[in-house]
RNA sequence: GGAGGCGUAGUGUAGUGGCCUAACACGCUGCCCUGUCAAGGCAGAGAUCGCGGGUUCGAAUCCCGUCGCUUCCGCCA
């Protein structure tokens, strides 16, 4: 149904004549003593209001004492601004309503920062105020595009026979993974709910009732720490589908991100085939499992080539177990001793020994290395460098020795400061990436035990099979991560729908029988009536868009997010309760020791 | 839990030992002003420089502690 009034964003030309209410907050007030000027600002634009005191004195009177963000309606005609007032800088800007009334629907007080223009104000007081925050035309934008994301999604999954269902909020407690978070129950003292960190058992309980094609826009809460893309409640994709192998999984997540991209992102995609990438290769590649190919300084192993270097870190790393790798950096070979400092600096912030740097000059017999370690290089493997690196004369080559994942990881986080210190990214573009054939465990070293990488449902490759009981370790799973900027959007896998092969992976876990009667015996039971292959993915929604809308924090994308603490600063969560709800909840507050505030 | 950055009128910033009785812009209040659109002009109010302690003849400025925000590490199957 139409609006009965007018909104801010609609008059043009065509509607010179016209009689029109418009209701909105005042952007901006121009009084002239004679004419007053108001700007009315809603959703959909800014209309300018002209109050003449020879046509509408009342109105012109209440125009004096309107100030910004007072909610107005506003009667008049549509008028053409007169010749040479035009502002071609306005949709709007060829007209403006001429006032006959004028009503203060509400007033305000001023505001504690500017509603009328973007600037940088703490974030704190956007987040206590965000009512007023969200006028802003970029968290406007924002939800906006959250909200086509999501309809694409809709639309798109609907048009492939996919069911949305809803799954409870109130789950069960399970130890596995992030903290949870708890709900007491007043019906069972002593006993709670949880929620969910994910509608993981689900979706695949969902699969064994025959939905066959499920997803969700789930709400998802882990207790833990938060950064600038992680908040403690958070919104995913959830889709599962039964029938399927992997690559029909791929296939169908890969079109959903393609397409929604290429309707609602500014940018395009770097390539609409989604390049894919084994775990081993990111690792060795780029040093992270949620590589940024958006830009190269890819990583090389050159332990083969300085294994025998005179330069005795090296050849010491290597023969000792570790390895040597590096990348170039195109252009850079007379970097300043400063900036060689400052990259020295970053890389031992991120766990690096050391760094070396050879900045690579042409010289007599082809390349010279300018470098500490110049004088215990020999020609051959300073070609052999140049060669592994992808590095010629005029570019800066950094090494690092040191035990292999440690080395992938420093390199990792270096080739990103490096990315972003020289402005190397391509912004223009958006990439996209799978990250394929993770392994199925971790080692847990606290632990000294096995891990599931990625949850104990997942499934091993058919090949690995083998080599379960005698080298979990080599055992990869058929799971995926999708990967976008840098960022991991989400993980997937084939799940195990084999009773016996579930029993095997529980034992290597270390579960015992009672443990994983407690913790999953409804759905094993479950998976005894029938259960069908079965494999899904789960992509964050709050990091999609925030990279949709160009933010570098998902709290850009969500309308009352919780600040860095965790609290809700505008409704004022967490908070104490009252003594009769604990009591009706049958808890007892246990709290830590008040500071001492004797010195204070 | 750890590391870095930040904290000065309502907002954003300047000021890094005395010239600070803390400056500038916007906002706010009052007056003037009939074509502005970040309107303009004049006048004015508004800050115990996050908090506590210390060094010093003297601290927004140096030191110690503490609190808050933020980024990262740990944590996030």
């Not at 965000?130 to 609907?158: E, G, S, T």
């Not at 000792?320 to 590096?326: A, E, K």
């Amino acid at each position: 149904m139409k609006r009965s009034y007018t909104s801010c964003g609609e008059l043009n030309a065509g509607n010179i004549g016209d009689t029109v209410t418009i209701k909105g907050w005042v952007n901006r007030r121009r009084d002239h003593g004679g004419l007053i000027f108001l700007d009315l600002r809603d959703r959909y634009g800014i209309t300018q209001v002209v109050a003449n005191p020879e046509n509408a004195p009342e109105a012109h009177r209440t125009a004096e004492g309107v100030r910004g963000e007072f909610v107005l309606a506003v009667t008049g005609e549509v008028g053409r601004r007169p010749e040479g007032t035009e502002n071609p800088n306005m949709a709007t800007g060829e007209i403006e309503v001429v006032v006959s009334t004028i009503d203060v629907l509400n007033p305000s007080k001023t505001p504690p920062f500017y509603v009328n223009e973007e600037s940088d104000v703490d974030e704190s007081l956007r987040l206590r105020y965000r009512y007023l925050d969200i006028r802003h035309p970029r968290m406007q934008r924002n939800l906006r595009i959250r909200h086509q994301a999501v309809k694409f999604i809709r639309d798109y999954l609907d048009d492939r026979d996919f069911l949305e269902i809803e799954t409870p909020i109130m789950v069960k407690s399970t130890p596995e993974g992030a903290r949870d978070y708890v709900v007491p129950s007043r019906l069972y003292p002593g006993e709670f709910y949880a929620l969910p960190q994910s509608p993981q058992q689900l979706k695949q309980l969902l699969m064994i009732s025959g939905v066959d094609r499920y997803y969700q826009i789930a709400r998802c809460f882990r207790d833990e720490d938060l950064r600038a893309d992680r908040q403690p409640e958070f919104t995913q994709l959830d889709l599962e589908m039964s029938f399927v192998d992997r690559e029909e999984v791929l296939e169908l997540t890969e079109g959903l991100f393609r397409e929604m991209f290429k309707q609602i992102a500014e940018k395009p995609l770097q390539q609409t085939t989604f390049p894919r990438m084994s775990y081993h290769d990111s690792i060795l590649r780029y040093g992270t499992d949620k590589p940024d190919v958006r830009f190269g300084l890819e990583i090389s192993d050159v332990s083969q080539v300085i294994q025998d270097s005179e330069f005795g870190v090296f050849a010491n790393t290597v023969s000792s177990g570790g390895v040597v790798r590096g990348f170039a950096i195109p252009g850079r070979a007379e970097i300043p001793r400063s900036q060689v400092d400052a990259l020295t600096e970053a890389a031992q912030g991120f766990g690096a020994k050391g760094l070396v740097w050879i900045g690579l000059e042409s010289g007599e017999n082809g390349l010279a290395a300018r470098s500490p370690i110049a004088k215990f290089l020999s020609d051959g493997e300073v070609r052999g460098l140049a060669d592994a690196t992808g590095a010629s004369a005029g570019d800066l080559m950094l090494f690092v020795a040191d035990a292999e994942d440690r080395a992938a990881e420093v390199l990792g986080r270096l080739r990103n400061h490096v990315a972003e210190q020289y402005n190397l990214i391509d912004e223009s573009v958006h990439a996209f990436v799978w990250i394929l054939d993770f392994p199925l465990f971790e080692w847990d070293e606290d632990a000294q035990r096995w891990d599931a990488a990625h949850h104990p449902f997942t499934s091993p490759m058919d090949e690995d099979i083998p080599y379960l009981d005698s080298d979990p370790g080599r055992v990869r799973a058929k799971s995926y991560d999708l990967v976008l900027d840098g960022y991991e959007l989400g993980s997937g896998s084939i799940r195990i729908h084999d009773r016996s092969i579930q029993n095997r992976m529980f034992g290597l876990l270390g579960y015992s029988e009672e443990q994983v009667e407690a913790r999953f015996g409804h759905l094993l039971r479950a998976f005894e009536y029938g259960a069908p292959p079965h494999g899904g993915i789960a992509p964050g929604i709050d990091r999609t868009i925030m990279l949709l809308a160009g933010e570098q924090n998902i709290r850009e994308v969500i309308a009352f997010p919780k600040n860095q603490s965790g609290q809700d600063l505008l409704m004022g969560a967490p908070s104490p309760i009252e003594p009769e709800q604990l009591d009706e909840l049958h808890l007892q507050l246990n709290l830590p020791p008040e500071p001492d505030e004797e010195n204070s």
